[in-house]
């Protein structure tokens, strides 16, 4: 019998569980609905993916610079987004499983009382749809009156376009530019759920282009393929990635044009980053709030105008568990070392610890020749000792979490071998030469 996209997220979930990954936030107090917090692993895994993300576009791109705005910041931007008044989803609910949906996601959400069935095939009565504004609410200072209240932000965005004079002068840019920036996002979801695919806590990563009116369709094109090409450089096989351009039903109040980079997962092909024309509806809308001008002059018809806006925007969270859900493999090795492993086949790139180094016994002096293997590599990468176990055993926590190469250390003087973690290959390689070994295979 085949597995349901339910069997394999709950082995993602529990593998993420069990070798540190990510674990329920506030566990020890029964949890909090879709909110989760990332081990040892997972952290170095999200940070590989934030340090590709801004070297993908600071490093490589003379325009592009990066930012780091607060999260709370004046109400007024919220208005002038359009925040306040667009930024919800209809919701509705069913008078016969007292299930809370959204009610444009009603065919990919479960009904609570037949889980085959959607809310709307069940039979349930669903009540009228009503709007329901996304945006968490707080207060700044001590006094809870409506003068206090400050939002956390739902997008990063907004603190790009109010920074974008700032940047564009200091960092002495002219259009076209761009602004790079990661940090956390909130949003009240009606319906969170897939694990870390929709959070109310969540980090973006996002780029705002900022480029000359009548430029923005070629920029859009551009950057759409430019994005899919990171994600394909992450190791993600390009046959599970697709573009999904939304009609104009679909479009956000600030759109033209917007397109979703979207990846096929246990539970269906959905969002994993949005790229968007956004013309100058952000700038103009701040120009007109703040009193401020948010235009540039043109040296070559000797005018000013308001620069338009192509934004990528893509989920950190989201990306780490496309990673996972690409990497997850299951297998059954026959052989020497027969059975069935779990192996995560994260590109050697994205692996979080990219070699696992295994002294075949606890004596002849093989701790020591390991020990000294170690202190070579942890100079470049993060690497681990296994000391415990059969080599059996070593290789399958090693598969499991990813880990590109295993070096075992025999009995055999000055030489180990490695193995490759997909095709179980192993060569044997002077110990003199493992650093050039793995770092010539880090590269390819
Ligand atoms: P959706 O239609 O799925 O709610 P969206 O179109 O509102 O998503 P954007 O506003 O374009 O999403 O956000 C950009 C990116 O931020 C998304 O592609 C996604 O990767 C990420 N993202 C958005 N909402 C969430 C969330 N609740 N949890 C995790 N990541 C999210």
């Not at 081990?39 to 895994?45: C, S």
Request: glycine share 6%; net charge neutral.
């Amino acid at each position: 019998m085949s597995e349901t996209s339910t069997e394999r997220m709950a082995k993602i979930v529990s593998l993420c569980k069990r070798r540190g990954f990510v674990y329920p936030s506030s566990e020890i107090y029964g949890g909090l609905n879709s909110c989760y917090d990332y081990g040892p692993l997972g952290f170095v895994l999200k940070q590989t993916v934030k340090d590709r993300w801004m070297k993908s576009m600071i490093q490589e791109n003379d325009n592009i610079e990066p930012l780091d705005s607060s999260i709370l910041m004046h109400p007024k931007i919220w208005e002038a987004s359009g925040h306040i008044a667009n930024f919800s989803d209809p919701m509705v609910d069913c008078k016969t499983c007292k299930g809370r949906f959204r009610a444009d996601h009603l065919d990919k959400a479960t009904c609570g009382l037949k889980p085959s069935k959607t809310p709307l095939t069940c039979g349930g009565e669903l009540t009228e749809a009503r709007s329901f504004n996304l945006m968490f609410k707080t207060f700044m200072g001590p006094l809870e009156d409506q003068s206090a209240v400050v939002f956390l932000r739902p997008e990063t965005a907004q603190g790009i376009y109010v920074n974008f004079l700032n940047v564009m002068t200091t960092a002495r840019q002219k259009i076209p530019f761009g602004i790079a920036q990661i940090g956390k996002a909130f949003r009240n979801e009606i319906t969170p759920g897939n694990f870390i695919f929709r959070t109310r806590e969540f980090e973006q990563m996002e780029m705002q282009y900022f480029v000359k009116p009548g430029t923005d369709e070629k920029e859009f094109d551009r950057l759409k393929e430019v994005r899919r090409q990171w994600h394909i450089s992450n190791g993600l096989k390009e046959s599970k990635l697709r573009f999904h351009a939304h009609g104009p039903k679909e479009l956000a109040h600030y759109a033209r044009a917007a397109l979703d980079i979207e990846y096929e997962y246990p539970f269906g092909w959905q969002e994993i980053e949005g790229i968007h024309n956004r013309t100058d509806f952000d700038l103009k809308n701040h120009e007109k709030f703040s009193g401020k001008k948010l235009s540039v002059f043109d040296e070559e018809t000797k005018s000013s105008y308001v620069p338009f806006i192509v934004e990528t925007s893509a989920g950190c969270d989201r990306t780490v568990l496309t990673l996972l859900v690409d990497a997850y493999n299951e297998e059954v090795v026959t052989g020497e070392d027969e059975g069935p492993r779990v192996v995560l086949k994260f590109s050697p790139q994205i692996a979080p610890i990219k070699a696992s180094i295994f002294p075949l016994m606890k004596k002849d002096g093989l701790p020591e020749r390991a020990e000294k293997i170690f202190e070579s590599l942890r100079k470049h990468w993060r690497v681990e000792q296994d000391v415990s176990g059969s080599i059996g055993k070593r290789y399958r926590r090693a598969d499991e979490i990813g880990v590109p190469f295993a070096i075992t250390v025999d009995t055999t003087p000055d030489t180990v071998t490695i193995r490759e973690r997909d095709s179980m290959k192993q060569v044997r390689v002077s110990e003199s030469e493992i650093v050039d070994y793995v770092r010539k295979h880090l590269e390819v």
